[in-house]
């Protein structure tokens, strides 16, 4: 599906989509939970569905009415072994926690997923799980899915993560609820820390130092009524649209705020945008507030280090943001973006040239010569069939001096379906 984008400034108020991660976290540890979990404004991208999917294959009911999801929790040793390949779509999150889960139990799970997640390395969960007792083979010297997983009979391990990866994280943690003694995780820098806050809440003992998580075997996992906040990685796309559009302000409702998560406030902020957080307030473990944004000049900025992990998923759009701003702007550290759904720091770079944008890649970033527009291009601009690319793309063209045209945007319904109607509902208030 090809996409034309409109332009003009945006103006008005949204509820972005409920938060990804923690959806699919709300999912998987309302599947170990002793008892029934209820989630109110889960996320509907196809993603999260992946991970509805998946674990009624391994024997749990999961209802839905009226906003209201159901997860009938069977407790941590009560999974059934699934019938069939599990199939998680195009969901590394679903595939690499769901890998802890299965690592757990004591039958044979198979993981699959699209030919995108097939790509993606799976290298730094397989290392730790089969480190705990776990057997697992894939593709690629059991690097790629599919994975075959022997779970069962699991030992606590001390382990450094070589990279901030909450993903990562999150699978040894789930493995370790069933293994017997403790495992110690040793974290470079904060990445975000959804599983820890909701495992703390479902009454898991797990004390947390400067860069040390320490967890043993768990009981019964208590249920939980959670109400899912506004993805804070939606509301990027909005962010940057209304500092970067003139004559734009926008109010942002009930956005996550979660500090591992914020990452692009701080950084969009010291380029210069004016962002204003109203009523600070928490939605059970995690705090949320009203982002309001209005059009501002930026400046060039440097992104390195430890704010990384705090906007891994931002960078796409925050690219447009440095070719909005006056001067150069480089973004070092972020390799990871070349095992995601694309590479995306080569999809970054070719997108944004191809829309006139001088831009420039290194092995773990970019580098973006910003002239405070962008001009645009007379050739369909594709999403290499990324998500998080056509979005970007889409407030790119909200400021490209020729109107563009997007190729594939129809890959936005997994995590965004209804991006493009929000666009024109923020459009339309300026008609």
């Given at each position: 599906?090809?996409?034309?984008?409109?332009?003009?400034?945006?103006?008005?108020?949204?509820?972005?989509?409920?938060?990804?991660?923690?959806s699919h976290r709300g999912i998987i540890l309302g599947a170990l939970a002793d008892g029934e979990t209820v989630i109110?404004?889960?996320?509907?991208?196809?993603?999260?569905?992946?991970?509805?999917?998946?674990?009624?294959?391994?024997?749990?009911?999961?209802?839905?009415?009226?906003?209201?999801?159901?997860?009938?929790?069977?407790?941590?040793?009560?999974?059934?072994?699934?019938?069939?390949?599990?199939?998680?779509?195009?969901?590394?999150?679903?595939?690499?926690?769901?890998?802890?889960?299965?690592?757990?139990?004591?039958?044979?799970?198979?993981?699959?997923?699209?030919?995108?997640?097939?790509r993606r390395p799976m290298g730094r969960i397989i290392e730790p799980l089969m480190m705990m007792g776990a057997g697992?083979?894939?593709?690629?010297?059991?690097?790629?899915?599919?994975?075959?997983?022997?779970?069962?009979?699991?030992?606590?391990?001390?382990?450094?993560?070589?990279?901030?990866?909450?993903?990562?994280?999150?699978?040894?943690?789930?493995?370790?609820?069933?293994?017997?003694?403790?495992?110690?995780?040793?974290?470079?820098?904060?990445?975000?820390?959804?599983?820890?806050?909701?495992?703390?809440?479902?009454?898991?003992?797990?004390?947390?130092?400067?860069?040390?998580?320490?967890?043993?075997?768990?009981?019964?996992?208590?249920?939980?009524?959670?109400?899912?906040?506004?993805?804070?990685?939606?509301?990027?796309?909005?962010?940057?649209?209304?500092?970067?559009?003139?004559?734009?302000?926008?109010?942002?409702?009930?956005?996550?705020?979660?500090?591992?998560?914020?990452?692009?406030?701080?950084?969009?902020?010291?380029?210069?945008?004016?962002?204003?957080?109203?009523?600070?307030?928490?939605?059970?473990?995690?705090?949320?507030?009203?982002?309001?944004?209005?059009?501002?000049?930026?400046?060039?900025?440097?992104?390195?280090?430890?704010?990384?992990?705090?906007?891994?998923?931002?960078?796409?759009?925050?690219?447009?943001?440095?070719?909005?701003?006056?001067?150069?702007?480089?973004?070092?550290?972020?390799?990871?973006?070349?095992?995601?759904?694309?590479?995306?720091?080569?999809?970054?770079?070719?997108?944004?040239?191809?829309?006139?944008?001088?831009?420039?890649?290194?092995?773990?970033?970019?580098?973006?010569?910003?002239?405070?527009?962008?001009?645009?291009?007379?050739?369909?601009?594709?999403?290499?069939?990324?998500?998080?690319?056509?979005?970007?793309?889409?407030?790119?063209?909200?400021?490209?001096?020729?109107?563009?045209?997007?190729?594939?945007?129809?890959?936005?319904?997994?995590?965004?379906?209804?991006?493009?109607?929000?666009?024109?509902?923020?459009?339309?208030?300026?008609?």
């Amino acid at each position: 599906m090809e996409v034309q984008i409109n332009k003009g400034p945006l103006r008005g108020e949204l509820t972005v989509p409920a938060d990804k991660s923690i959806s699919h976290r709300g999912i998987i540890l309302g599947a170990l939970a002793d008892g029934e979990t209820v989630i109110q404004n889960l996320a509907g991208g196809k993603d999260v569905q992946s991970s509805v999917s998946c674990i009624r294959q391994l024997g749990i009911e999961v209802e839905k009415l009226k906003g209201i999801t159901r997860i009938k929790g069977r407790g941590i040793h009560n999974l059934q072994e699934p019938e069939d390949v599990v199939d998680c779509g195009n969901s590394g999150t679903t595939m690499r926690l769901l890998s802890g889960v299965a690592a757990s139990r004591s039958f044979q799970t198979v993981l699959t997923g699209d030919g995108s997640l097939r790509r993606r390395p799976m290298g730094r969960i397989i290392e730790p799980l089969m480190m705990m007792g776990a057997g697992i083979t894939g593709r690629r010297d059991s690097r790629l899915a599919p994975l075959v997983i022997r779970g069962g009979g699991l030992h606590g391990i001390e382990y450094r993560l070589p990279v901030a990866s909450a993903q990562v994280k999150s699978a040894i943690i789930l493995a370790a609820l069933a293994a017997e003694g403790e495992t110690v995780i040793h974290e470079p820098v904060p990445s975000r820390d959804h599983t820890e806050r909701m495992l703390a809440a479902m009454g898991v003992n797990l004390p947390m130092e400067q860069g040390l998580i320490r967890i043993k075997r768990a009981g019964d996992l208590l249920p939980l009524d959670i109400v899912v906040p506004g993805d804070i990685s939606s509301a990027a796309f909005w962010m940057v649209a209304g500092i970067i559009v003139p004559g734009s302000e926008i109010m942002l409702r009930d956005v996550g705020l979660n500090f591992t998560r914020s990452g692009i406030i701080d950084v969009l902020t010291k380029m210069g945008a004016n962002i204003q957080i109203e009523n600070r307030h928490m939605i059970g473990e995690e705090p949320v507030g009203n982002i309001i944004v209005r059009h501002s000049e930026l400046k060039p900025v440097k992104v390195e280090g430890q704010v990384i992990p705090r906007l891994i998923d931002e960078i796409p759009v925050l690219a447009v943001a440095m070719a909005a701003a006056h001067g150069i702007s480089e973004v070092r550290d972020a390799g990871d973006l070349r095992a995601k759904e694309s590479d995306r720091i080569a999809m970054i770079v070719s997108s944004l040239t191809s829309l006139g944008v001088e831009v420039e890649s290194s092995d773990d970033g970019f580098i973006v010569n910003g002239n405070g527009f962008i001009p645009g291009g007379s050739v369909p601009v594709g999403s290499g069939g990324d998500h998080r690319i056509a979005m970007s793309l889409a407030i790119a063209g909200l400021i490209s001096r020729v109107p563009i045209t997007i190729e594939g945007f129809e890959c936005v319904s997994v995590s965004y379906p209804s991006f493009r109607e929000d666009l024109v509902k923020l459009l339309r208030h300026t008609a």
